[in-house]
T-cell receptor
């Protein structure tokens, strides 16, 4: 059965902390792993990872994929209150399996 | 990034009414569109995938006669919830991918459906 598991389910940190969000996957037709940020409504696309070991960066966010271990991490450095959101990981492509998400709360 | 719009953003209707939700890609050709639903405090659930000009592929457990999807053009897909009931109340989100952004998915803002 295809599945995507995220951990932790929730996380509370202080501004300035660095956080690492985890995503493991088992999908039969893997093509890419995607990270999204969801605040009040629809998700916002963050990263798409298709190759192992190549880090993608966008400002304070970065992500990397390990296709051997079927695992990805999303790092956020120097967290800000605006980073508070649910971070979703998804794997596959035509059939995209979403994880349950990690709810991040950044305290001022 | 590419822009995907949804209309309406919110709809409240009586039980038994059919509701149509539109998803449009505003600045790219969406060869593939995806429809999701999300219940409160739950993750997204993929309902169906549609390719322009062909029938949608529904996920297991999703009734195709209940959730009618049409993807008639490269910029528009519609989801019609036929004879909606209170249990259909949910947040419906579409996403799109296509030329030239074939390796990315862009989400619409979502539609909140409340069936009384």
């Amino acid at each position: 059965e295809d599945k995507v598991v995220q951990s932790p389910l929730s996380l509370v940190v202080h501004e300035g902390d660095t956080v690492t969000l985890n995503c493991s996957y088992e999908v039969t037709n893997f093509r890419s792993l995607l990270w999204y940020k969801q605040e009040k409504k629809a998700p916002t696309f963050l990263f798409m990872l298709t190759s192992s070991g190549i880090e993608k960066k966008s400002g304070r966010l970065s992500s990397i994929l390990d296709k051997k271990e079927l695992f990805s991490i999303l790092n956020i450095t120097a967290t800000q209150t605006g980073d508070s959101a649910i971070y979703l990981c998804a794997a596959g492509w035509e059939k995209t399996i979403f994880g349950a998400g990690t709810r991040l709360f950044v305290k001022a | 990034g590419a822009v995907v719009s949804q209309h309406p953003s919110r709809v409240i209707c009586k039980s038994g009414t059919s509701v149509k939700i539109e998803c449009r890609s505003l600045d790219f050709q969406a060869t593939t569109m995806f429809w999701y639903r999300q219940f409160p405090k739950q993750s997204l659930m993929l309902m169906a995938t549609s390719n322009e000009g062909s029938k949608a592929t529904y996920e297991q457990g999703v009734e195709k006669d209940k959730f009618l999807i049409n993807h008639a053009s490269l910029t528009l897909s519609t989801l019609t919830v036929a004879s909606a009931h209170p249990e259909d109340s949910s947040f419906y989100i579409c996403s799109a991918s296509g030329q030239p952004l074939v390796d990315e998915q862009f989400f619409g803002p979502g539609t909140r459906l409340t069936v009384l």
